[in-house]
């Protein structure tokens, strides 16, 4: 997405145009006629997916061989970009492709290729369940056990607040191995649900905002999991696994968040250019014209910073530290913008039939999910006590 008419993201490039046009043209179609349907029924249509398969929409960045289009995450960036241009929050494919990176990353041969290629079609839907009622920030603190029993795990416990939940064919389930081990006992464990004995879903839960998003409460009561199924083949490396894809899911989180602070403001800019109040636009009064100023220089700044990013991670060389900084930033930064353009939009700006009512809802959450902001500074802390300023 380009922010001011000058201005192209360095890692865009010819290919990646006419991906764009594809995704452009995808979510013109397949998402935004439908939003208001898909926040009515807490979900997106099945179809949707299976659609966005064909057209290899989603595990862009997954290699060919296992099924994925063989791109690179600015492929992943450019479909997060247009998703927030529609202001969509419903369709999950950012759980989706950061399931599927746990399992290019960290799994085994054999679960690649079992579930990267079904997932690539849009026949599985993923999600990933860390959150627990008892345990969310603090993700040691998690009670739900896997224990080994000859062949399978046995999986006891709950989730809470999982994208994806009542969807998903698949789901990446953060478990306890062994309860005793701390950090050392947790272990990843892949869930495919169709027809898992034990396995229910509960609430799809009502929201602030996200509402075409099916988040979800999750139950595990025995639920037997093929021991072939621990990701990566080895237990206690889950918080290993974690560590390591955080960053990906954070640099997401940043990507939708200055993309919907580059959405906002276009959409301020159109109303108050319309707009009239004492003989004059909204625009030609001098607060509007400041705060527009403001958000276009934050989004400015943050696109730059956004870019680097994108360009690290497809690099592979993005690091916690960087990724927390990202996330933390730009979602603050798109909270106090959307509250910003809401109020220029005056009355209408509380209805939501206007888009910036929904977004400044749906914003809210992303200050919270994928790490909540004090956990950010938390990470960003201890890099200045490790390495200094
Ligand atoms: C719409 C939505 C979708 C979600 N999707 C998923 C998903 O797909 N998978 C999944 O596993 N989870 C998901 N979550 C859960 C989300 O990641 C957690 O809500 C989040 O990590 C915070 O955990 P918590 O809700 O338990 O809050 P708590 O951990 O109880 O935190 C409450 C407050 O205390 C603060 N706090 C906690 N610890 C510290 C500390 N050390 N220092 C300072 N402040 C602290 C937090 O920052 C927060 O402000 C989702 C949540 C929502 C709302």
């Excluded at 056990?145 to 416990?157: K, M, Q």
């Amino acid at each position: 997405m380009n922010t001011p008419a000058s201005y192209r993201s360095p890692w865009m490039d010819a290919d990646l145009d006419l991906y764009r046009e594809t995704v452009h043209r995808f979510v013109a179609e397949e998402i935004a006629p439908h939003q208001q349907r898909f926040a009515r029924q807490q979900h997106v249509d099945r179809a949707v997916w299976n659609k966005a398969g064909a057209l290899g929409l989603l595990l862009a960045d997954i290699p060919e061989e296992y099924g994925g289009a063989g791109g690179s995450f600015a492929h992943v960036a450019v479909l997060m970009e247009e998703l927030a241009r529609v202001g969509d929050y419903g369709f999950g494919v950012s759980v989706h492709q950061i399931a599927a990176n746990y399992i290019l990353h960290q799994g085994t041969e054999e679960q690649r290729r079992r579930c990267l290629p079904r997932m690539a079609r849009g026949e599985w839907i993923g999600a990933i369940a860390m959150t627990e009622p008892n345990a969310g920030s603090d993700l040691q603190a998690i009670r739900t056990r896997a224990t080994l029993e000859g062949s399978h795990y046995r999986i006891d416990g709950s989730k809470i607040f999982i994208s994806n939940g009542s969807m998903a064919d698949l789901i990446v389930v953060v478990t306890k191995t062994d309860p005793a081990a701390g950090s050392k006992g947790v272990s990843l464990l892949l869930l495919e649900t169709r027809d898992a004995a034990g396995f229910s879903v509960g609430r799809v839960l009502d929201k602030l905002g996200q509402h075409a998003a099916d988040t979800s409460e999750l139950f595990f009561d025995g639920v037997r999991v093929p021991a072939a199924n621990l990701l990566g083949g080895h237990e206690g490396q889950g918080f290993y696994h974690l560590m390591h894809e955080l960053p990906y899911e954070r640099t997401l989180c940043a990507v939708s968040a200055i993309a919907s602070t580059e959405a906002a403001l276009r959409m301020t800019l159109e109303h108050t250019r319309e707009r009239r109040a004492f003989g004059k636009t909204l625009l030609e009064l001098q607060n509007t014209r400041f705060k527009l100023a403001e958000i276009k220089t934050q989004a400015t700044v943050g696109r730059r910073f956004v870019d680097d990013c994108i360009a690290r991670v497809v690099a592979g060389t993005m690091d916690a530290d960087t990724a927390a900084m990202a996330k933390l930033w730009t979602t603050e930064t798109l909270g106090r913008a959307v509250d910003d353009c809401l109020q220029l939009f005056g009355g209408y700006g509380y209805m939501t039939e206007y888009p910036i009512a929904r977004l400044y809802a749906d914003a809210r959450v992303q200050r919270i999910y994928g790490g909540a902001s004090e956990i950010m500074k938390e990470i960003v802390a201890r890099s200045l006590e490790r390495n200094g300023a």
